[in-house]
Structure formats: structure tokens, C-alpha cells
């Protein structure tokens, strides 16, 4: 059963920092894209990371440029999101994914075949 289990969120002020965690089971971690998405209340679900897992190779949105950085540690299994110099647009649910194909970064949010239950990431003035 693949499993996706997201931690670290919580509430931070406007300009600190979260590092967020996802650790993945139940498939073989080291060939798979893992994102992470976030939504925040009454928008749709958008990209914000993503990272080969073979190739360690890192995709970014726009908006999170240079402020966010996704990295992995195959060792454990694990996805990471360090987000820096937070804003209150950061303010969301932050979710992590993963699909054998990368593509599916190009593709959107329907693309990806697993899901985790979300992290709460707010951030305060």
C-alpha cells in the first residue's frame, strides 16, 4: 500500500521558515517524482515543487523560486520542503504527491497517483 505521510507544518510569522517532510512507503522510492502541492481556502490546488527521486533533478514554481527548496534523502524515504522568507500567499495545506512519471509535473495535479493527507502551513503577519 503506498503511503505518503506529510509533517512539519504549523504557524510561523511572515518572513520565517518551515521545513516540511514526507516520507513515502509502499513503493520503490528511488524512480518516482514527488511533489508538493498546496491549497489554500477557496482556490484550486497549485505546484509547488517537484523532484526526481533517480535524478534528484528539482522543479519550481514561479511564485516559490528562490525562496523554497525541495530535496530528498533515498536513505529514508523521505521528500523534503525547506520554504524560507515565508509571505502570508504562503498561507495553505501543503500536500504531498508522487507518480512514476514526471510528466505528470507538466500534466497538473490529477496526474499524480498518490496522495498524502496534508500539512497546515500558516503564516501570520
Known amino acids: 500500500e503506498v503511503q505518503l505521510v506529510e509533517s512539519g507544518g504549523g504557524l510561523v510569522q511572515a518572513g520565517g521558515s518551515v521545513r516540511l517532510s514526507c516520507v513515502a512507503s509502499g513503493f520503490p522510492f528511488d524512480d518516482y517524482a514527488i511533489a508538493w502541492f498546496r491549497q489554500a481556502p477557496g482556490k484550486e490546488r497549485e505546484r509547488v515543487a517537484c523532484i526526481s527521486t533517480y535524478y534528484g533533478t528539482a522543479y519550481y514554481e514561479d511564485s516559490v523560486e528562490g525562496r523554497f527548496t525541495i530535496s530528498k534523502d533515498n536513505a529514508k524515504n523521505t521528500v523534503y520542503l525547506q520554504m524560507n522568507n515565508l509571505t502570508l500567499e504562503d498561507t495553505a495545506v501543503y500536500y504531498c504527491?508522487?507518480?512514476?512519471?514526471?510528466?505528470?509535473?507538466?500534466?497538473?495535479?490529477?496526474?499524480?497517483?498518490?496522495w498524502g493527507q496534508g500539512t497546515q502551513v500558516t503564516v501570520s503577519p
Open positions: 504527491a508522487a507518480d512514476r512519471s514526471m510528466g505528470s509535473w507538466y500534466s497538473g495535479a490529477l496526474w499524480f497517483s498518490s
